[in-house]
């Protein structure tokens, strides 16, 4: 069966600090991976999607990017956070091609100070 | 643009009661749809999809939806609560090939004694 991990599950960093987090899938090949955000008492914001190593759509102009180094390895980062960075951040994986849902991670909970 | 709209953001109901939550999307004569449940500080967990045939889906932990073309709709239901469902619910459509996902922006679903 597939699992889907993210770390670390929660995250206190100060303004102008690095981000790095992680997202990896097991027991699927070639998945599409997403990146979401979501903000206190609001819904879903897609950031980041990807169909394959290297290959990185960005949904959201911000001071975040993300890369694929391996197939079911997803990361996103900061090189400097801004209090608006503070969120809830969602991985999810889909399978490829045609009509599927996706399955979401534990979540990170980032909290900028 | 697509869109999905869940009217509802907050809702009430007694443990025992019948639950309905609804949901609207736009764009699509044959869209893909889901729903999703979160408990606090968790991932989404995937309730139910709708990709064709039956217009009445089944779930897990007892939900089921339906989906009417003639509405644009895909209300999800459940004959009776129980306290555990005390969660924020989703609906989501799929938007494009990528497997990219319009969320709407949730309802927040209170279990009463």
């Known amino acids: 069966s597939q699992t889907i991990h993210q770390w670390p599950a929660t995250l206190v960093q100060p303004v102008g600090s690095p981000l790095s987090l992680e997202c990896t899938v097991e027991?699927?090949?070639?998945?599409?991976l997403y990146w979401y955000r979501q903000a206190a008492g609001r819904g879903l914001q897609l950031l980041f999607y990807?169909?394959?190593?290297?290959?990185i759509s960005s949904e959201v102009p911000q001071n975040l990017s993300a890369s694929r180094p391996q197939d079911r390895q997803f990361i996103l980062s900061s090189k400097k956070l801004l209090l608006s960075d503070s969120g809830f951040y969602l991985c999810?994986?889909?399978?490829?091609?045609?009509?599927?849902?996706?399955?979401f991670g534990p979540g990170t909970r980032l909290t900028v100070t | 643009a697509q869109s999905v709209t869940q009217p509802d953001i907050h809702i009430t109901v007694s443990e025992g009661a019948s639950l309905e939550l609804r949901c609207n999307y736009s764009?699509?004569?044959?869209?893909?749809l889901f729903w999703y449940v979160q408990s606090p500080g968790q991932g989404l967990q995937l309730l139910l999809k709708?990709?064709?045939?039956?217009?009445l889906v089944q779930g897990i932990k007892g939900f089921e939806a339906e989906f009417k073309r003639s509405q644009s709709s895909f209300n999800l239901r459940k004959p009776s609560v129980h306290w555990s469902d005390a969660a924020e619910y989703f609906c989501?459509?799929?938007?494009?090939?990528?497997?990219?996902?319009?969320f709407g922006a949730g309802t927040q679903v209170v279990v009463t004694p």
């Open positions: 990807s169909v394959g190593i290297g290959q």
């Open positions: 027991g699927t090949s070639n998945p599409n």
């Open positions: 709708y990709f064709s045939g039956d217009t």
């Open positions: 989501a459509k799929k938007t494009d090939s990528w497997g990219k996902f319009q």
């Open positions: 999810a994986w889909g399978p490829p091609g045609g009509p599927s849902e996706q399955y």
């Open positions: 764009y699509g004569a044959t869209p893909y």
